[in-house]
C-alpha cells in the first residue's frame, strides 16, 4: 500500500469520526438476495449486460447501484447499528454509502460552524495536512437534491479531497463518501466513481415484516423486520405515560430505529377487570404529572382482534417547546386479561407518515387464548 493511499484512508477514517459519527466497523456479510434483471453471476452480485457492471440492491432502503466489476463489496454494519456497504477499488481507496433513519423530511442542512471546525481540526491532526477547508453545495444524488461537502486539505505534493454527499427521502437518510486525490495515477478511480454515482436510483423502500408471538401473554401481531423490540420498559414506546407500566405490567414494544414512532402492545390480568369508563379515567389520570400538556382529542367504540374494544386518541407535550405529539389506544377485554395496544409518533408528520404500518401491526393482533 502506497504512502498516498494510507494518507488517503487516514483521511476517511477522520471524516468518518464527524459524518457518519462512527468509522466502518462491524461484522460484515456479503449481501445475498439480488433481484434486479441482469445475468446472474456469483453469489451476491448480478451484472447489467449493458455496462458490464456489477449490481447491487437493497431493496429495504430502496438503493440500485453499479460497481465495476474489479471493485470488492462489502456489507455491515456500524458501532452506532448504522447499515453501510462499502466498495473498495483494486487500489484500496473507496466509496462508502451509509444508511440513517431521521425524521420525516428532515433538513439536510445540517453542518454548522462548529461542526466544520472541528473537522478541520480532526483532518489536521490525524493527516497531517495544511490549508484545510470544507465547502458545501447543492447536488443531486439519484436524481434527488443532495447537498455535497468536500474536505480539502493539501501536503507539499498534493491536495486530498474527501466528499460526502448527503441526501434525504421520507424518513431516510443517505450519506455516499469518497475520496479524491489530484494525481494522474488516481484518474481510473476517479472514472469508476462517476460511473457508480451516475448509475444511481432510488425508490420507496420495501418494508418486510416478521411474526411475533408470546404464549405466556397470549397474543400474537406482525412487525416490520426492520423496527426494534423492547420487552423489557414497553411503555417507552408510547412515551407520553410511563405509568402505563403499573397498569399494564407486562408487554412488549416496537420502535423505528431512531424513535420517533412505535407501536406496542400490553396485558393485565385480573379477577375484576375494569370497564372502559374506568380504563379512560386511569390512563388520563396516568398521563398527569408526566406531560406538561395532554389533551383526549377522541374516543369512542371500535373492535380489536374481533372482539369489542374502546378507541382514545390523545394529543401531548413533554415539554412547553415540544411538537405536538399523538398517540392512539385500543383496549379490549377477554376473559380476565385486559389487553392495550397503542401507536405513538413524535409529531404529526410522522403520525401520518407511519400511520400505515401501524394500522397493519393493530389490524393483524390476536388475541391467541
Do not use: C
Not at 39 to 54: A, H, L
Not at 260 to 278: F, L, Q
Request: aromatic share 12%; proline share 4%; no cysteine.
Amino acid at each position: 500500500m502506497s504512502s498516498r493511499t494510507l494518507l488517503t484512508i487516514t483521511i476517511i477514517a477522520a471524516v468518518a469520526i464527524v459524518v457518519i459519527g462512527v468509522a466502518f466497523l462491524g461484522t460484515f456479510k456479503e449481501y445475498t438476495e439480488p433481484s434486479m434483471p441482469g445475468g446472474k453471476s456469483k453469489i451476491g452480485s448480478i451484472v447489467n449486460p449493458s455496462t458490464n457492471m456489477m449490481v447491487y440492491e437493497n431493496p429495504a432502503w430502496g438503493v440500485y447501484l453499479e460497481y465495476p466489476a474489479a471493485w470488492k463489496k462489502t456489507e455491515g454494519r456500524s458501532l452506532l447499528g448504522n447499515e453501510q456497504v462499502e466498495f473498495s477499488s483494486p487500489i484500496d481507496l473507496s466509496l462508502r454509502m451509509t444508511y440513517y433513519y431521521t425524521r420525516v423530511d428532515s433538513s439536510i442542512e445540517s453542518f454548522d460552524e462548529s461542526f466544520k471546525k472541528d473537522l478541520e481540526e480532526r483532518l489536521t491532526t490525524y493527516a497531517h495536512l495544511s490549508n484545510t477547508r470544507i465547502t458545501t453545495q447543492n447536488a443531486t444524488l439519484g436524481s434527488n437534491p443532495a447537498l455535497r461537502i468536500d474536505f480539502i486539505g493539501n501536503t507539499e505534493e498534493l491536495e486530498y479531497r474527501v466528499v460526502t454527499i448527503r441526501m434525504i427521502r421520507g424518513d431516510r437518510m443517505y450519506d455516499i463518501t469518497y475520496s479524491m486525490i489530484n494525481d494522474s495515477q488516481f484518474a481510473g478511480y476517479e472514472a469508476g466513481i462517476q460511473k457508480m454515482l451516475d448509475s444511481l436510483k432510488f425508490a420507496s423502500p420495501k418494508e418486510s415484516y416478521a411474526a411475533y408471538e408470546n404464549r405466556d401473554l397470549g397474543l400474537r401481531l406482525k412487525h416490520p423486520e426492520s423496527w426494534m423490540k423492547n420487552e423489557e420498559s414497553w411503555s417507552q414506546v408510547l412515551g407520553f405515560a410511563p405509568e402505563l407500566n403499573l397498569l399494564f405490567p407486562s408487554g412488549v414494544g416496537f420502535s423505528v430505529p431512531n424513535h420517533i414512532a412505535g407501536v406496542a402492545v400490553a396485558v393485565v390480568t385480573s379477577k375484576a377487570p375494569m370497564s372502559d369508563d374506568e380504563w379512560k379515567g386511569a390512563i388520563i389520570a396516568a398521563t398527569k404529572g408526566y406531560a406538561y400538556e395532554s389533551v383526549l382529542v377522541e374516543s369512542g367504540n371500535t373492535t380489536l382482534s374481533g372482539n369489542p374494544a374502546y378507541r382514545m386518541v390523545f394529543s401531548y407535550r413533554l415539554r412547553a417547546d415540544d411538537p405536538e405529539h399523538k398517540v392512539t389506544l385500543l383496549l379490549t377485554t377477554k376473559g380476565n386479561r385486559t389487553y392495550l395496544i397503542g401507536y405513538n409518533a413524535w409529531d404529526e408528520k410522522a403520525y401520518d407518515y407511519y400511520s400505515g404500518i401501524a394500522g397493519e401491526m393493530m389490524d393483524s393482533f390476536e388475541i391467541t387464548n
